[in-house]
C-alpha cells in the first residue's frame, strides 16, 4: 500500500489506482456517463403530462404568463419565490410559439426542471478529477435513479433549479480552492491567473443564480460556508508546522508540499482569497439583480429581493399560512429512508443513506490519519479527502438545519438529499476497494448495483404508476381529478353560451386558495379571481366558491343584479353522492351555474 493512501478512503485514479489492478479505459468510463445521464434523461422526460398540474406548478406559471405577456416579473417578497424559472421557460414558450398560457402544455413547462435534473446527473462528472471516477459514477447512476429526483425533476417548481445551482457553486468553489492552492512558484503568471479568474466567474454566477432562484438559498450557502471553514481549519491543524495549507482539493499532478513559514504562507492565502472572493460576490449579487429586475426593467425587486427575508424567517418558523406545513424533524428522513404509509406500498432511499454513512466514515478516518495517524508528515493526504470533508460537513449542516426548520414540504429535501449522494458515491467506491479479494469486490459491486436498480423501480413505480396516491411520500396536496372533470363541464356550459369561451367565470375564495383552477381554466378570457364575494358587479354565468360562502353568493346573485336581469342559479354536483368539488384533498368547492345553460345537459 502507497504510504500517501488511507485506508478506506479515496484517490483520483479510481478505485483500482493500486498499480496491480487496471481501471477501464477512458472510453469505457465516458460510455458509462453518457448512458447513465441518459437513463436520467429518459426518466424525468417521459410522459411529463401524465399527472394534474399541482396547485404550486399552476401558481408558477401564472408567474410565467405575467413575464410572457409583459416582459418582467413581479417578485411577491411574501410567496412563488425567485424569477429564474420563469424566465428559462420563456424560450420553450418562444420556441413553441406561445403568446400565454393558452398555447402551452405541461410537458413544456415542466421540460425546464426535467433538463436540470438531467444536467444535475452529469455535472457529477466535474470532480472526476477531485474524487476519483469510481466515485462520480457512483454518484451520478444514484443520482439518476433517486426516486425523490426523478419525480420532483418533473415538478415545474424551483427546487431542481435550486439543487443544479448549488451543486454548481459547491464545483466551482472546489475547482478555485484547488486553483488557488497551486505553488505560486509553478506555472505561468497568465495560467495562474486565468483558472482563479474563470472559477470566481462561474462560482458567482451560480450564487447569484441560487439566491434568484429561491430564498433557501441562505441554507445552502451556510452549509457551503461551514464547510470551507472546517476543511481550512482541518488542513491547518495537518500542516500548519510544515508551513502548507491546502484547500478544498489537491492536484495529484502537482507537488503541495510548499515550504516556508506558516504566518506568510497562510496570509497569502487569506489575501487571495479575500480577492477572488470579493470578484465572486460582487458577480453573485449583479447576476442576481439582473433576475430580480426583469433585466433592467424593474429595479425595485431587487431591494425587496433581500428585505424578503423578514418574512421568509417567520415563515420558517412555522407562522402564518406555514403553519399547517409544520412537520418533525424526522419528516424528511422518513419519507426518503422508511415511508409506509397505512396499507399502502413501501418507499426507501436506503441504499443512499447507508453508502452515504460508508463515504462519511471512510472520511473520518482519512481525516483522523492526518491529522493524529502514523501516516502524519508523510507528504499529502490522499487526493480528494479535503473535497470529502467539505461534502461531508456541507451535507450534515444543510441536514440538521433543514430538519430543525418546523415549516417542511417534501421538495426541500432535495439539497440535503444531493449532498447525500455525493458522499454515497465516496461511499461505494470506498467500500469496494476496502473489500480484500477480487471476488468480495465483485459481490459489493453487484450489491450496490441491486440496490440501484431497486431505486429505479421505486422511480417508476413513484413517477408513472402512484404519481396521485397519498401514500407516495413525494406527493404532496395533490390536485383531484375532480379539477379536470369540472374544467371539461364548464367547457360543455360554454359551448352553449351566447359567448362562447368569452363566457363570464368567477372564482370566490376568501383565502385565495384556488389553485390549480387558473391553469384548467387559461382558455376563457372572462375569469374572476376574489378572495370575498364581489357585490356590486354582475354575477358570472358560472360561480364556483368554497361551501361556506354559498349563502352570501346565494345573496349576491339574487339581489344585486337590476330587476328583469337575475337569472336562476342551481348547484352543479360533482355526482349524484356529492354536491362537493375536491380541488385537492379536504379542499372541497361548490359550483353554481345559470340554469338555462344546464338545459338538455344531463347530469355530471
Not at 436540470?116 to 462520480?136: N, Y
Not at 450557502?221 to 502548507?244: D, E, Q, V
Not at 433585466?295 to 431591494?303: I, K, L, Q
Not at 501516516?375 to 460537513?393: C, H, I, M, N, Y
Request: hydrophobic residues 45%; glycine residues 8%.
Amino acid at each position: 500500500m502507497s504510504r500517501n493512501k488511507v485506508p478506506g478512503t479515496f484517490s483520483a485514479a479510481g478505485p483500482c489506482a493500486d498499480g496491480q489492478r487496471r481501471f477501464p479505459a477512458p472510453c469505457v468510463l465516458a460510455a458509462a456517463a453518457v448512458l447513465i445521464v441518459a437513463t436520467a434523461a429518459v426518466l424525468r422526460l417521459a410522459q411529463l403530462d401524465n399527472r394534474l398540474m399541482h396547485c404550486d406548478e399552476a401558481n408558477q406559471a401564472g408567474k410565467l404568463a405575467v413575464v410572457l405577456q409583459q416582459g418582467r416579473y413581479n417578485y411577491d417578497p411574501q410567496e412563488h419565490h425567485g424569477p429564474t424559472l420563469s424566465f428559462f421557460a420563456v424560450p420553450v414558450a418562444r420556441l413553441s410559439a406561445a403568446e400565454d398560457l393558452t398555447g402551452m402544455t405541461e410537458i413544456q413547462l415542466r421540460l425546464v426542471p426535467a433538463l436540470f435534473g438531467a444536467l444535475l446527473v452529469g455535472m457529477a462528472w466535474l470532480l472526476r478529477r477531485e474524487l476519483g471516477t469510481a466515485a462520480v459514477l457512483w454518484a451520478a447512476l444514484l443520482s439518476a435513479l433517486s426516486p425523490a429526483m426523478v419525480f420532483y425533476s418533473r415538478y415545474f417548481i424551483q427546487e431542481m433549479l435550486l439543487v443544479c445551482f448549488t451543486f454548481g457553486a459547491i464545483v466551482a468553489a472546489i475547482k478555485l480552492s484547488g486553483a488557488l492552492s497551486a505553488p505560486q512558484s509553478s506555472g505561468r503568471p497568465a495560467k495562474r491567473f486565468l483558472a482563479p479568474f474563470l472559477w470566481s466567474i462561474v462560482l458567482g454566477c451560480c450564487i447569484g443564480m441560487m439566491h434568484a432562484t429561491k430564498e433557501t438559498c441562505v441554507i445552502a450557502l451556510g452549509a457551503m460556508a461551514a464547510a470551507a471553514a472546517s476543511t481550512a481549519l482541518i488542513k491547518m491543524m495537518a500542516r500548519g508546522k510544515r508551513g502548507t495549507v491546502t484547500y478544498l482539493s489537491e492536484d495529484p499532478s502537482s507537488d503541495s508540499r510548499e515550504t516556508g513559514p506558516s504566518a506568510a504562507r497562510l496570509c497569502g492565502i487569506l489575501l487571495r482569497l479575500t480577492a477572488w472572493g470579493s470578484v465572486a460576490l460582487v458577480i453573485a449579487v449583479g447576476v442576481s439583480a439582473l433576475f430580480y429586475s426583469s433585466f433592467f426593467d424593474n429595479a425595485e425587486d431587487v431591494g425587496q429581493s433581500y428585505t424578503a427575508y423578514s418574512h421568509y424567517f417567520h415563515r420558517a418558523a412555522g407562522e402564518g399560512s406555514a403553519g399547517p406545513q409544520d412537520r418533525p424533524w424526522y419528516d424528511y428522513f422518513q419519507r426518503l429512508f422508511w415511508w409506509q404509509h397505512g396499507d399502502g406500498p413501501r418507499y426507501s432511499e436506503a441504499i443512499i443513506g447507508l453508502l452515504a454513512l460508508v463515504g462519511l466514515v471512510a472520511t473520518a478516518r482519512g481525516t483522523f490519519a492526518e491529522l493524529f495517524g502514523a501516516e502524519r508528515g508523510k507528504g499529502p493526504p490522499p487526493t480528494g479527502l479535503s473535497t470529502a470533508q467539505f461534502l461531508a460537513v456541507y451535507t450534515v449542516a444543510i441536514a440538521v438545519v433543514y430538519s430543525a426548520v418546523p415549516y417542511k414540504t417534501p421538495w426541500c429535501a432535495l439539497g440535503m438529499l444531493h449532498g447525500m449522494i455525493l458522499l454515497a458515491g465516496i461511499g461505494a467506491a470506498a467500500a469496494i476497494r476496502a473489500m480484500p479479494h477480487a471476488a468480495l469486490r465483485v459481490v459489493v459491486v453487484l450489491l450496490i448495483l441491486a440496490g440501484a436498480g431497486q431505486l429505479g423501480w421505486q422511480a417508476h413505480r413513484a413517477s408513472f404508476v402512484t404519481f396521485a396516491d397519498p401514500n407516495n411520500p413525494y406527493v404532496h396536496t395533490e390536485t383531484s381529478g375532480d379539477v379536470m372533470r369540472l374544467a371539461r363541464r364548464i367547457e360543455k356550459i360554454a359551448s352553449v353560451h351566447p359567448h362562447g369561451l368569452k363566457m363570464h367565470v368567477q372564482v370566490i375564495h376568501s383565502e385565495g386558495d384556488y389553485w390549480p383552477l387558473p391553469w384548467y381554466l387559461r382558455d376563457f378570457s372572462r375569469v374572476g379571481y376574489f378572495d370575498k364575494v364581489p357585490r356590486g358587479s354582475m354575477p358570472g354565468a358560472v360561480i364556483i366558491m368554497e361551501p361556506r360562502l354559498e349563502r352570501p353568493v346565494v345573496e349576491y346573485v339574487m339581489n344585486d343584479p337590476p330587476p328583469g336581469q337575475r337569472p336562476m342559479y342551481q348547484r352543479l354536483p360533482q355526482s349524484e353522492q356529492a354536491v362537493d368539488w375536491q380541488l385537492r384533498p379536504h379542499v372541497p368547492l361548490r359550483v353554481l351555474v345559470q340554469r338555462d345553460l344546464l338545459v338538455g345537459q344531463g347530469s355530471p
